[in-house]
């Protein structure tokens, strides 16, 4: 099974930050990652899928990098509305999350 | 309007059984491919099963297969997770999801999840 480590496991920043979050793949998955947020009480919503592909309506300043086994989800000036949790997801195999970032206010 | 609405969550006693459907609305079910996601209490989330419609493959997580089983009614367009021998560490939410597109993709489309609570 692919495992998928996620970090940091909390991240504490201040509006207009920029916000970098790393997922590792325990085996090459190519590009088939994808980045949800999930706030509390609610379902998660797809920010990126296949690495670098922003979903429609996603606001601009999220981004995804990466290939092969390191990706990164990067936030270019965070919002209010970003304190939330992110998790990256494999689909080259089944599919497999990791395990979460919390983005908490500074 | 694209949707998907979760129901059959609740209470069971540990070694009961489950069923919970996922009612579709708003694009194509029956060449969609659809999971279950499930989420503890202040827990991450994990994939449990996947389902893909236009030819009814299958797949499941280690830790519900052979206790856990997909299906889908396409006249009703519906999804179902039947869960038997229920265990205390399947208390979750419950989420349905589909993949942007069939046959292995991110999931675009969520429900807003139906709890599942294993406790005598």
Known sequence: DIQMTQSPSTLSASVGDRVTITCRASQSISSWLAWYQQKPGKAPKLLIYKASNLESGVPSRFSGSGSGTEFTLTISSLQPDDFATYFCQQYYSYRTFGQGTKVEIK | EVQLVESGGGLVQPGGSLRLSCAVSGFTFRTSTMNWVRQAPGKGLEWLSYITNINGGKNYADSVKGRFAISS?????????????????DTAVYYCARDRAPGGDAFDIWGQGTMVTVSS
């Open chain 2, 73 to 89: 009614d396409g006249a009703s367009n519906s999804l179902y997770l039947q869960m038997n021998n229920l265990r205390a560490e």
